[in-house]
Structures are given as structure tokens and as C-alpha cells.
């Protein structure tokens, strides 16, 4: 844990390793809430597919779909209330039109007011021998939303769109101080050392904290954690199904933008690419 301020927010990241009995995932998630908002936490962060998920995707997902709004949205949100506790978790989400595709989409919920964002998957996982985009449909490029917790603002994006550094931008560019990043960090070669610089690196560019929630071994490489506007990794959780808890402040931020300006130095904006290759 990092050292507070009174002004700070105490915000975690949760691990576990979701599977493909729903019900067990949303008893899971309850549990690791409960702990967080015993410790202090103000929102939790949890991993993509917290709702449902199997190593290799199938028709099982499109059955195990839900409408946002639906049975899982609707446990997030008495979580949330009877807690006093924002959530932010993965899901899969039910697409009207589409038999095969669902959406992986990222939903927060606020205390008394159900959901206040939500986000689609904008890259797909079509690297390292997967592919994620024969079941999974890609999100819309819409402005990045943005809820308001404990004083900061709070953006959502998920997993390899951490390998695309122009997401991230266009987060902190719509007013975010934090950006939340469930995943699924599929481990090999090389890729606990991917998740750790990608992560950090996005917290670094752009002067803010990055909460990024990974599955818990053995398909996720787990090192869920905090990373601060200079890149420090103020909370870490390494194989174990936990929770780990920062303070986040606005202090931080400005201090770190002050002595780094990078994002007023820049030279450069983020604008949508016409005809992807």
C-alpha cells in the first residue's frame, strides 16, 4: 500500500480467476468487494470476463451473454450500494444482430446509480497464436467515457489495448486521471514482462495512475497493480487471488505534471484511423 493524504481516494485491484460457472464468479466477485471495502477502498477494479469465461472461446459465450443491464449488471450494483463501493468489472455482452459475436465490455457501477460507463473492447486479442475476433465483435470508436469518483475522474479500456498507446491518449484527453484496465493477460513467453512495461508505460506518458486487474494464474499472468503518474507500481498483486489498495490523488498528479509536462508539450493529437490495414 502506498502512503495518503486526507485528500486521496483509496482505489483497488482485484484478481481472481473467473471460469465458467456464473454464478461462482458472481459469488467470488461479492467476496473480494467485501474484502476491499473492509480494507478502505472506495472502487474496485476486477478482470476482463468476469462474468463468464473458458481458455478457448465457443458457442458457450454467446449462451453465457447478457444484456448490460442484466443479471450480472444488476449484482454489480447492489454490491456497489450495499457497500458504498464503485465497481468496475469485465463482462460479455449480448449484441443485438449478431448470432456468433459478443461484446467484451467493461461496465462501472456507482453506488444508488447502477451503471455510469461503460466500454467495448476496442482491439481485439488477434496476436500470439489467438483469435479473439472470430467470437468477439470490436467496439464502436465513440468519445471515451467518463465517471467521477472520490474527486478524480475515472476512464475504461481493456487488456491488449494496452499495446496501443493511442487508447490511453484519447482517455486522458477526454478529462481522466485514472484509467481502469481489466484483463486477461495470457501468460508465455516474454508476456508477464509485456504486461508490466505496457501498463507502466501507459501511466508514465500520460502523467496519470493505471489500475489494471489481470486473472489469477494459471491462464492469466496475474501481477495485477496500481501504477502511479511516474510510474511507480504503488500496489501489487502477484499469483494470488487478493486484493491490493493505493490512495490516488490529484496532489500526485499535479506534482508529477509540473516537474514532467509532457502532455502539454506534445505536439501531436489522436485521430481515428480511415482505412485499417
Known amino acids: 500500500m502506498s502512503g495518503h493524504a486526507s485528500s486521496a481516494f483509496p482505489i483497488a485491484v482485484a484478481q481472481f480467476a473467473p471460469g465458467a460457472d456464473a454464478e461462482a464468479n458472481r459469488s467470488e466477485i461479492t467476496r473480494l468487494t467485501e474484502l476491499a471495502a473492509a480494507r478502505g477502498a472506495g472502487l474496485v477494479v476486477f478482470p476482463e470476463y468476469s462474468s463468464y469465461f473458458t481458455p478457448e472461446p465457443g458457442w458457450d459465450w454467446q449462451a453465457a451473454a447478457e444484456e448490460v443491464g442484466g443479471a450480472f449488471t444488476e449484482h454489480l450494483a447492489a454490491l456497489s450500494t450495499r457497500l458504498e463501493v464503485h465497481v468496475v468489472a469485465g463482462m460479455i455482452e449480448r449484441l443485438g444482430g449478431d448470432e456468433r459475436r459478443v461484446g467484451n465490455t467493461v461496465v462501472a457501477v456507482a453506488p444508488g446509480a447502477g451503471v455510469v460507463a461503460t466500454y467495448r473492447k476496442l482491439h481485439l486479442y488477434d496476436a500470439f497464436g489467438q483469435r479473439e475476433s472470430e467470437w468477439v465483435a470490436p467496439g464502436d470508436i465513440d468519445a471515451p467515457q467518463v465517471f467521477e469518483a472520490g474527486g478524480l475522474r475515472f476512464g ?95 496532489d500526485r498528479i499535479d506534482a508529477v505534471r509540473r516537474v514532467n509536462p509532457a502532455l502539454a508539450l506534445r505536439r501531436f493529437d489522436v485521430t481515428e484511423r480511415i482505412s485499417p490495414r
Open 156 to 250: 475504461l479500456q481493456t487488456c491488449y489495448d494496452a499495446r496501443f498507446p493511442e487508447v490511453t491518449r484519447r482517455i486522458v484527453d477526454a478529462g481522466a486521471d485514472v484509467v481502469c484496465m481489466p484483463a486477461e493477460w495470457v501468460r508465455g513467453p516474454l508476456k508477464e514482462a509485456h504486461w508490466r512495461v505496457l501498463t507502466t508505460a501507459r501511466a508514465l506518458e500520460n502523467t496519470m495512475y493505471v489500475a489494471a486487474a489481470d486473472h489469477a494464474p494459471p491462464v492469466g499472468a496475474g501481477n495485477s497493480m496500481i501504477v502511479d503518474p511516474m510510474g511507480v507500481e504503488v500496489a501489487t498483486i502477484g499469483e494470488a487471488t487478493d486484493v491490493a489498495i493505493a490512495w490516488v490523488s490529484r
